[in-house]
T-cell receptor
Framework: QQQVKQSPQSLIVQKGGISIINCAYE??????FPWYQQFPGKGPALLIA?????SEKKEGRFTISFNKSAKQFSLHIMDSQPGDSATYFC??????????????FGQGTILTVHP | DTGVSQDPRHKITKRGQNVTFRCDPI?????LYWYRQTLGQGPEFLTY????????KSRLLSDRFSAERPKGSFSTLEIQRTEQGDSAMYLC???????????FGEGSRLTVL
């Protein structure tokens, strides 16, 4: 029940295209859903996050779509650029209290954007 | 503010040896986390501290693992009697209390031969 399932494992898109990564969770206690971006040799860095009281959040070229009833959320990268090539992780946690930073991560998606 | 700092960045050791990793969090952050990441997987939560108190430990943290944060500043993660299965990247992260964003260090990569 603690798992977060992420797909696809890898994704190749052309520059300017749309990259879409999907995640599903089972634990209904989760109420904070961040996406992290990781470049080789670096630690993960927060990209964008959403709470289940909204169905969509947009920051620049990055959008999270959230479907509470289906327990699914996705990351959309518009106008994908070669610099977006990285590994993307979805994550989930129960916000507040002691569990806030105890993230359950998905398995990761390796995104390659071709010029 | 130079971010979360981890040392050493790489450690190669023989099975059965003890290793210790150090993490220096962002100075004003009360919370400090340890995660483990194996190749091709997402990070897995190990333990976390609020100031000097260790508030939660994962069942992944066997009795060979011990973490401390003695003065509520830097933290150490020690692995005793290392096994080949301990080979992984050990990530440290910090955050202010009540904030959702974790700030990760670049990790300490452990290879057990």
């Amino acid at each position: 029940q603690q798992q977060v399932k992420q797909s696809p494992q890898s994704l190749i898109v052309q520059k300017g295209g749309i990259s879409i990564i999907n995640c599903a969770y089972e634990n209904t206690a989760f109420d904070y859903f961040p996406w992290y971006q990781q470049f080789p040799g670096k630690g993960p860095a927060l990209l964008i996050a959403i709470r289940p009281d909204v169905s969509e959040k947009k920051e620049g070229r990055f959008t999270i779509s959230f479907n509470k009833s289906a327990k699914q959320f996705s990351l959309h990268i518009m106008d994908s650029q070669p610099g977006d090539s990285a590994t993307y992780f979805c994550a989930a946690t129960g916000a507040g209290g002691t569990s806030y930073g105890k993230l359950t991560f998905g398995q990761g998606t390796i995104l390659t954007v071709h010029p | 503010d130079t971010g979360v700092s981890q040392d050493p960045r790489h450690k190669i050791t023989k099975r059965g040896q003890n290793v210790t990793f150090r993490c220096d969090p962002i100075s004003e952050h009360n919370r400090l986390y340890w995660y483990r990441q194996t190749l091709g997987q997402g990070p897995e939560f190990l333990t976390y501290f609020q100031n000097e108190a260790q508030l939660e430990k994962s069942r992944l943290l066997s009795d060979r693992f011990s973490a401390e944060r003695p003065k509520g500043s830097f933290s150490t993660l020690e692995i005793q009697r290392t096994e080949q299965g301990d080979s992984a990247m050990y990530l440290c992260a910090s955050s202010p209390v009540g904030a959702g964003e974790l700030f990760f260090g670049e990790g300490s990569r452990l290879t057990v031969l």
